[in-house]
């Protein structure tokens, strides 16, 4: 099977899945292939071209809930149809390591979704990959030390030449690692699907700026998703808005260290939005003789909770919004953040303006 041009589409907040995909095309450009390196959303939103002769597409992303990240889920069904080209899918995972030992992340069901979709689509896929990259989802932990992430991705360089390699010989690379990860992620589908359903909205709204906050408007500037908004009478403050998918990219990027996950706020919102809304609403109409009673038992019961749930979340966090523009209620939940303690994570080699200029 001979090939002539790689197109890697990748997401990337803090530069881990950009880092692999400059990897995949330097090890293609060795090999005399042409290389394109696009962010999905820019390359969604251009409307690729059908693939021609001698196209091998790739799509890169990190893991998210134990699966694909919604933006990747868009643009495999948004993609043109293959035609019987050939597409490859490498999922980043949270890597760590203690000591000596290097402990695997998980992808879960990320990659064998997004080629599921593309196989439907025509494409004929080749591998799949799950990747440990440096963990950068620092709003739940503190930024690994700088031995950690270089080891992390001194061990990841090779794996992913040798996976594109293979391809580019003609063979197929479905390890039985990757089998391993989907089985575990279907064990853990409900978590994935819970996040895609609410997780990914929850943790949106855990974002403030604190008082270190220099209005300069960087995160809402440089948002992938343009899921960051300037708001407010001077000095304005970031506001997140629902199309955030917790990408890392503001937190890991702020010259100031100003942006924080706020974990006493988080406890708060979960009580907002888990409040039974619905079910109340049920009983008064079962008491009015509206509807049958049993209703309020029922699955569709969730369904009914989903929306009240996400204006809970809306409303709940634009009161936070407004209250922490007050520079000791401000300084009460900086205070009462992990984050506000923990070390700042983005790839060591990846700019602010590479990510942005490939997403443009």
Known sequence: MSFTRLHCFFMSGTGNTRRVAQWLAAVARARGLETQLAEVESARRAKLAPPENGDLF???MPTHGFTAPWPVIRFALRAPRGRSAAAFVVATRAGTKLGRFFLPGLEGTACYLVALILALKGWRVRGVLGLDMPSNWIAAHPGLNGACVAAIITKAHPTAEKFLGDILDGHRRFGAGSWVS?????????????????????????????NRCTSCGLCACNCPFGALKMRGRKPQRPYWTFACESCMRCMGFCPEGAIEAGHSWAIALYFAITAPFAWWLLKAGA??????????????????????????????????????????????????????????????????????????
């Open 287 to 360: 008491q009015a003789a509206c509807w049958p009673a049993p209703i309020a038992g029922s699955r569709a019961l969730f369904w009914l909770q989903y929306p009240f749930s996400l204006l809970a979340l809306a409303v709940a966090y634009a009161g936070f919004w407004l209250l922490v523009r007050v520079r000791w209620i401000n300084e009460l939940f900086t205070l009462t953040t992990f984050t506000h303690r923990w070390r700042r994570y983005h790839e060591p080699g990846t700019t602010l303006k590479a990510l942005v200029d490939e997403h443009r």
């Open 58 to 60: 790739g799509v890169l």
């Open 182 to 210: 989907l089985t575990l992620g279907l064990v853990l589908l409900q978590i994935s699907l819970g996040y895609l359903l609410m997780g990914r909205f929850f943790l949106a709204r855990l974002f403030f700026a604190n």
